[in-house]
């Protein structure tokens, strides 16, 4: 981007010229950027709870007399596994295609700060209301909204329906470049 005459200009050309623009756009505009803001919350409840299983129990009753736990619920909750459960594994399970089982939840086990991550997580369940959340926190009404909305940012920025694809081979202009230079 560069400054012509106090506005900012697009330099950038070719493929995502125009995402480009539309983003530099929607960024400007508050209006369009509080509507998006607003969308956040709606999304992060909505995307969780798809992720969950249908059903939490089997018609079968179990030994004691309670319900049987679904096999499903029961791998969505890491009950299938030996040894020292693993979240963010469980969490970022792939299908056979490599795409993950449930992304949002593997966005929330990426966050690196663990009260971000719970915060989030507590966000996500819709059991209390968002700002109930944000006061549990400790997080003063003030700034709740910032906080909610630049928490939901940051983990839709890590959202991915699957790995990022990794280069497990230098690319041809990367291989002559390397022999010129060696």
Partial sequence: MALAGGSAVNLRRGTYADANERSRRRKADPVSFALADEALLPWLQQEYSLEAPNRLTNRALADDGSPSMNGEA?????????????????????????????????????????????????????VLYPADVARQWGIPDWCRSDVIVASIRRLNDRYRHAPLPTQSRPSESQSIAEAAAG
């Fill in 74 to 126: 029961a791998r969505w909750l890491g009950f299938h596994q030996d040894g020292p459960q693993n979240w963010t594994a469980i969490a970022c399970a792939k299908d056979a295609d490599g795409n993950y089982l449930t992304p949002l939840r593997c966005a929330i086990a990426k966050t690196r700060d663990q009260n971000e991550r719970r915060f989030l997580g507590a966000l996500a369940c819709n």
